[in-house]
Nanobody
Framework: QVQLVEFGGGSVQAGTSLRLSCAGS????????MAWFRQAPGKEREFVAA??????YWTDSIKGRFAISIYNANSTMFLQMNNLKPEDTAVYYC?????????????????WGQGTQVTVSS
């Protein structure tokens, strides 16, 4: 069965960087829209970034600070997060959706990882 597992979360100071990884099994990333979402305490899960082929889609709050990359050969996805801010504190999830589904909508995604906690202190 399909499995997505995130790695790389942690507690850091504002202004520093983290790189999150998402490893997939029994799934070919190139056949899906792959994305990162996050959920802060007391808030709804929100779209962070997605990559569809050569196109990257972002939420405005992280544009210019985060980068998404995918290595289809080994079904691995990364989220490089630079200049982290306290408002980036959340559980970060990787997710996979069928191509063509609205990529910013949580409901579009079929497969989810278990999440990894990122805490940014000021």
């Amino acid at each position: 069965q399909v499995q997505l597992v995130e790695f790389g979360g942690g507690s850091v100071q504002a202004g520093t960087s983290l790189r999150l990884s998402c490893a997939g099994s029994v799934i070919t990333f190139s056949q899906y829209t792959m994305a990162w979402f996050r959920q802060a305490p007391g808030k709804e899960r929100e779209f962070v970034a997605a990559r569809v082929g050569d196109y990257v889609y972002w939420t405005d709050s992280i544009k210019g600070r985060f980068a998404i990359s995918i290595y289809n050969a080994n079904s691995t996805m990364f989220l490089q997060m630079n200049n982290l801010k306290p408002e980036d504190t959340a559980v970060y999830y990787c997710a996979a959706a069928s191509p063509g589904a609205p990529l910013r909508a949580v409901q579009s995604y079929t497969y989810w990882g278990q999440g990894t906690q990122v805490t940014v202190s000021s």
